[in-house]
């Protein structure tokens, strides 16, 4: 199997197969990132379809430092920066008022861990959403937010421990997120 | 959970195996001692556990229109893209800009009223002609008709009548041009012909108002004529008006408003005569009769025979003859006076006001506007500057200090999340 590395190279080298290989991998990935921090669909679409077009765009300027899982990532948390600046400006509603998307396998469960992740600080959610649902490591959750690298752990640390009081106490609470840093 | 792991390794060490990260031999240490930790076993079982449930917010897949995107065109770059240095400074100047414009909205309000009134008096404007007789006196009462008291012996009369003596007598030296243009004087004037006061009224728009107060000047001088009143107003950033009243010989009226008009364009032109022969006659015999009275109340005093009290009578009436005398010389003077010297009221605009105030053509308004438009932009680049050299350092070290301090309350505020 060739790596994401090698194809982002041949993309570098104008290759559009390994472009579309790459799309292929991460559309889903993408898509969920963006997704679970963005209450609009159409939207969440749009942002995933920028960060893909940055991709395409910044290739020739990829210098292999990291992997490109955390390149990827990269770019689509600073789109997502972005945007929510713009949102400052738009109305901004509930995380949790966005229906659950149909077809999962408990509703339920996923209402409860909407409910307690909206209950913690924005970084703390932001770096715990990185890390289980990207699964990023803790380097590259530190290079993406350019932060010291013991401050994502102990934030992250924190991020769990308030996670799970507020699933322990599993009373809806809704919060209004500012979709801000 | 810190208080119930306060031995090696900590929760967050703990955190860390299970999550993959760490060296391989911290990794291999806390694998050998979760076999006997039951404390670090229930810690790893909870952060497995909370992944678990975190896997339960599930999304659906992607649309089927998310698809690669064919180039990098879609996306819109801009083609400079500012660091939030480039932004903080550029947003510093633009509140430098406007309230730069608004000190010199402000600035240009507060002035002190500049309006300046240049206004000559007609003395001084005869001063500067330097035409002024002796004691100053305008031309025109050197050229007015020598009446003919000023050779009755009243100029030695008692006290009352000094002042007025005086004036007689400088009246006794008549101009010999303004006697040309006026005649034998107005007794002449009014024996032989009508005696006509004229007045005009004109009013011009000037093109080059620089140059319009000294051809007045000119004009006057040529024509033996004075400013009876002359004065430039002139607000900052306003159009200036010349308003005046010029007095010229009557034989001089057409001449002089031929070579004014020539100064501009003419927005209001009117002439008026009033004849006033039968009032000089009128005058003229009342004189005489008041005169008359005068010498018999003389003769009456040389050869007085009667009593105190008749003779005090007699100098009363005196007195009051020669009252009324000099109140129909002066007014007879006036008259003479105004019917030998026209009197012209002149107003001169600029020409930008008079495109507010009078209807002209639409090319001439366009200049106005264009010149207009012109000076107001320097006068703003001029405030501008001033302001910015007043102003600008102490703004700008403001708006320096105010970035640096933003920066730090961002700086601590990440510490402090952190």
Redesign the interface.
């Given at each position: 199997m060739v790596t994401d590395e090698d194809l982002i190279a041949d993309v570098k080298a104008g290759s559009r197969t390994a472009f579309e290989t790459l799309f292929d991998r991460y559309r889903e990935p993408v898509w969920r990132f963006f997704r679970r921090r963005t209450p609009d669909a159409a939207r969440a679409e749009e942002l995933a379809q920028d960060t893909f077009v940055a991709v395409l765009d910044g290739a020739k300027r990829y210098d292999n430092r990291g992997t490109f899982r955390s390149y990827l990532f990269g770019i689509a948390y600073n789109v997502l920066l972005a945007d929510r600046r713009k949102a400052v400006f738009r109305q901004t509603l509930p995380i949790e008022t966005e229906p659950i998307d149909p077809g999962i396998a408990d509703p339920d469960a996923a209402i409860w861990v909407r409910h307690a992740l909206a209950t913690l600080e924005e970084d703390d959610r932001e770096i715990l959403m990185l890390r289980e649902y990207e699964q990023l490591s803790y380097r590259e959750i530190a290079e993406i937010r350019q932060t010291p690298l013991n401050t994502i752990r102990s934030q992250l640390f924190r991020a769990r421990a308030a996670l799970k009081a507020a699933l322990d106490e599993r009373i809806p609470q809704p919060v209004r997120t500012s979709h801000g840093r | 959970?810190a208080a119930e792991h306060l031995h090696s390794p900590t929760?967050?060490e703990v955190?860390?195996f299970v999550?993959?990260?760490g060296t391989p031999a911290a990794r291999a240490g806390i694998e050998a001692h979760l076999a006997a930790c039951p404390a670090c076993q229930t810690l790893v079982a909870?952060?497995r556990g909370?992944?678990r449930?975190?896997?339960?917010?599930?999304?659906?897949?992607?649309?089927e229109?998310?698809k690669?995107?064919a180039?990098?065109a879609?996306?819109a770059?801009p083609w400079w893209r500012p660091t939030r240095f480039v932004l903080a400074g550029l947003s510093a100047g633009t509140v430098v800009l406007l309230v730069g414009l608004f000190q010199t909205r402000q600035m240009s309000r507060s002035l002190p009223v500049a309006s300046r009134q240049v206004s000559l008096s007609a003395q001084e404007e005869e001063e500067r002609l330097g035409r002024g007789g002796a004691g100053g006196r305008p031309a025109f009462v050197e050229a007015a008709p020598r009446p003919e008291t000023v050779s009755q012996p009243a100029v030695s009369e008692p006290s009352s009548l000094d002042s007025r003596a005086g004036f007689a007598a400088s009246l006794s030296t008549p101009k010999p041009e303004a006697q040309e243009q006026t005649g034998s004087g107005s007794t002449a004037a009014v024996a032989h012909g009508p005696a006509v006061i004229r007045t005009a009224t004109l009013q011009l728009v000037a093109k080059d108002f620089n140059s319009v107060r000294t051809a007045v000047d000119v004009i006057l001088d040529s024509s033996a004529g004075f400013a009876d009143q002359l004065g430039v107003s002139a607000d900052p950033g306003s159009a200036r008006v010349l308003r005046g009243t010029l007095r010229v010989p009557g034989t001089q009226l057409t001449g002089v408003l031929t070579r004014l008009r020539a100064l501009g364009q003419v927005t209001q032109d009117q002439q008026n005569a009033q004849d006033v022969a039968d009032q000089l006659v009128d005058l003229d015999a009342r004189l005489r009769s008041a005169r008359a009275t005068e010498q018999r109340l003389i003769d009456l005093l040389k050869n007085r025979t009667g009593k105190l009290s008749d003779v005090l009578e007699v100098e009363q009436e005196l007195t009051r003859v020669r009252l009324d005398i000099e109140r129909l010389d002066a007014e007879k003077t006036n008259m003479t006076r105004r019917v030998a010297y026209a009197t012209i009221d002149l107003t001169i605009s600029e020409e930008r006001q008079a495109a507010i105030v009078g209807p002209l053509p639409l090319l001439t308004q366009l200049r106005v506007a264009a010149k207009d438009g012109l000076q107001n932009v320097i006068d703003m680049v001029v405030g501008l500057a001033l302001f910015v050299l007043r102003a600008g350092p102490t703004v700008m070290l403001s708006a320096f200090a105010g970035i640096l301090a933003w920066i730090a309350i961002r700086r601590a505020l990440?510490v402090h999340?952190?």
């Open positions: - | 959970m929760p967050e955190m860390e999550d993959g990260e909870e952060q909370l992944s449930e975190l896997g339960a917010w599930q999304v659906a897949p992607a649309p229109s998310l690669a995107p180039n990098a879609p996306v770059r990440r999340s952190a």
